[in-house]
T-cell receptor, first 114, second 117 residues
Framework: NAGVTQTPKFQVLKTGQSMTLQCAQD?????MSWYRQDPGMGLRLIHY???????DQGEVPNGYNVSRSTTEDFPLRLLSAAPSQTSVYFC?????????????FGDGTRLSIL | AQSVTQLGSHVSVSEGALVLLRCNYS??????LFWYVQYPNQGLQLLLK??????LVKGINGFEAEFKKSETSFHLTKPSAHMSDAAEYFC???????????????FGQGTILTVHP
C-alpha cells in the first residue's frame, strides 16, 4: 500500500524561485491537506481540500497556492520562494467520514531556501 | 480558537521506566484529541485518538491516554519505556464534530522522548 506519496523528498531553492511539491494518495480519500513543520512549533496547516475542485486556506497560507483537479493529487506551489519558507512540508489525507477520522501523513519534503 | 500545549519539549526516561507526556488543550466545544508519533525522517503515525465514549483510550505500542475534561488534559502514558519508543510525539486537537472541522488539526509543539539504556 503506497498511502500518501510526496515528491521530492529534498529540495534546495534560491530565493525567488518557484516550485511545486507533489502529493498523491491512493486511498480514495476526499480530504487532503498540507502542513509545514518548524522546530518548536509543531505542524501548522497551510491549505486543505475537502474534495476535487474545493480548496481553502489554513493557518499559514501566505506564499502558497494549491489546486485539486483530481481526488488523488493535491500539489502545493511556492510562487516566489523566501528563506522563511525553509521547512519540512507534510501532506495528509483522510476519509470524509467525519472529523474523527485520523489523517494519513506522507514522509515529508525537506525544503531549504537559500 | 483552539490551542494545544505540550509541557516539556524534551523528556528523558530510562528503559523500563514510566513514560508520561503531558498535553493540555483549550477548545470552546468538545474536542477530538489525537496523539501522533514521528520517527526521524518520517511522517506522523497515529498512536491513539479520543472522540467520544470511554475517556481512557488505548493505542498502539502499549501507549494509552486519558481524556480529563475538568483538567482539559490528554496526557500520554506507557508503563514501561522501550528503546524503540524514542521519537517525537505530538498532541493534536480537532474542534469537535461538523463538516467545517474535517482534518483541521491544531498541533502542540511536540515532545522529544529520549530513552536511556
Amino acid at each position: 500500500n503506497a498511502g500518501v506519496t510526496q515528491t521530492p523528498k529534498f529540495q534546495v531553492l534560491k530565493t525567488g524561485q518557484s516550485m511545486t511539491l507533489q502529493c498523491a494518495q491512493d486511498m480514495n480519500h476526499e480530504y487532503m491537506s498540507w502542513y509545514r513543520q518548524d522546530p518548536g512549533m509543531g505542524l501548522r496547516l497551510i491549505h486543505y481540500s475537502v474534495g476535487a475542485g474545493i480548496t481553502d486556506q489554513g493557518e499559514v497560507p501566505n506564499g502558497y497556492n494549491v489546486s485539486r483537479s483530481t481526488t488523488e493529487d493535491f500539489p502545493l506551489r511556492l510562487l516566489s520562494a523566501a528563506p522563511s519558507q525553509t521547512s519540512v512540508y507534510f501532506c495528509a489525507s483522510s476519509s470524509n467520514q467525519g472529523a474523527r477520522q485520523p489523517q494519513h501523513f506522507g514522509d515529508g519534503t525537506r525544503l531549504s531556501i537559500l | 480558537a483552539q490551542s494545544v500545549t505540550q509541557l516539556g519539549s524534551h523528556v528523558s526516561v530510562s528503559e523500563g521506566a514510566l513514560v508520561l507526556l503531558r498535553c493540555n488543550y483549550s477548545s470552546s466545544v468538545p474536542p477530538y484529541l489525537f496523539w501522533y508519533v514521528q520517527y526521524p525522517n518520517q511522517g506522523l503515525q497515529l498512536l491513539l485518538k479520543y472522540t467520544t465514549g470511554a475517556t481512557l483510550v488505548k493505542g498502539i505500542n502499549g501507549f494509552e491516554a486519558e481524556f480529563k475534561k475538568s483538567e482539559t488534559s490528554f496526557h500520554l502514558t506507557k508503563p514501561s519505556a522501550h528503546m524503540s519508543d524514542a521519537a517525537e510525539y505530538f498532541c493534536a486537537v480537532i474542534r469537535g464534530a461538523g463538516g467545517t472541522s474535517y482534518g483541521k488539526l491544531t498541533f502542540g509543539q511536540g515532545t522529544i522522548l529520549t530513552v536511556h539504556p
